[in-house]
């Protein structure tokens, strides 16, 4: 929805209460263009939510010095990615931008100093899944970067910070893995669904943890043992489920879909936050 007053994002009238949340497990780029259970429950995420005004995105795949928020009309599609098939690097996903969101984001965000950019585009951390959710590419899309100089604790506590957009019309999407080890990954068995025993441990614990509300040891996962330390080396693909988390309300339900392990160091566990 355009802005109404004052230049800001209002609520639209068919948005009766507030957007849900999602995180997306994304794993392997080749999910952009294949048909699995995995891009089902993608699918699946948004039916029966109202028609979003638009989407903010946070990727694990837009880190930077800083935080930046897309703000040009039409946003790139980045492959940034190599050696896959050449018909994933043809993909195009040409939803629009909306420059007015991004200008909302930076006018709520007062934790951090939020920068437009004009250069980034859409990331196959988000486009590769979102173009399962909204084929026709016809809602505006805009991505939030992941400031590297932040700790756990810094990002969950500017996420809440975007809260008021879930009562605007804008669904709110974080896109990682939550157990995500490349240097463990099982590559010969790339397309089987196993788990090693830590990343078993780990996707347990934290989907429980998640599941109960419990996000202190979340934030503060680098000390939650041995089989956290093996499933988060880095906190680019967990940092997403963050987002996500903080923006969760007492009365709301939380839910799990697509949890499966693959490649051993690998799980897809999604999560939907929505109103009862």
Sequence with gaps: MESLSNNKLTASSGHAGRMP?????????????????????????????????????????????????TAMEKPKTIHDFGGFPEELYRVVYPAPGKPELADEVRRLVSGSMVRPDEKWGLDHGCWSVIRHMYPKADIPVVQFSLDYHGNARYHYDLAKELAPLR?????IVGSGNIVHNLMKVAWHRLNEEFAFDWAAEANEKIKSLALAGDHEPLINYRSQGKSMELAVPTPDHF??????????????????????????????TCFKIEQD
Excluded: Q
């Excluded at 699946?44 to 928020?69: N, R």
């Excluded at 009562?167 to 669904?171: A, N, Q």
């Excluded at 007492?250 to 499966?260: A, H, M």
């Design 239 to 268: 940092l997403p489920l963050l987002y996500v988390l903080a923006l969760k309300h007492e009365n709301e339900r939380i839910s799990v879909f697509n949890d499966k392990p693959v490649a051993g160091s690998l799980t897809m």
């Design 167 to 171: 009562d605007r019309g804008i669904l």
């Design 21 to 69: 949340v999602l995180f997306l497990g994304h794993g392997n780029p080749m999910n952009a263009i294949e048909e699995n259970e995995f891009t089902e429950g993608w699918s699946k995420s948004v039916m029966g939510v109202p028609v979003p005004d638009a989407i903010l995105c946070i990727s694990a795949h837009w880190e930077t010095g800083g935080t930046y928020v």
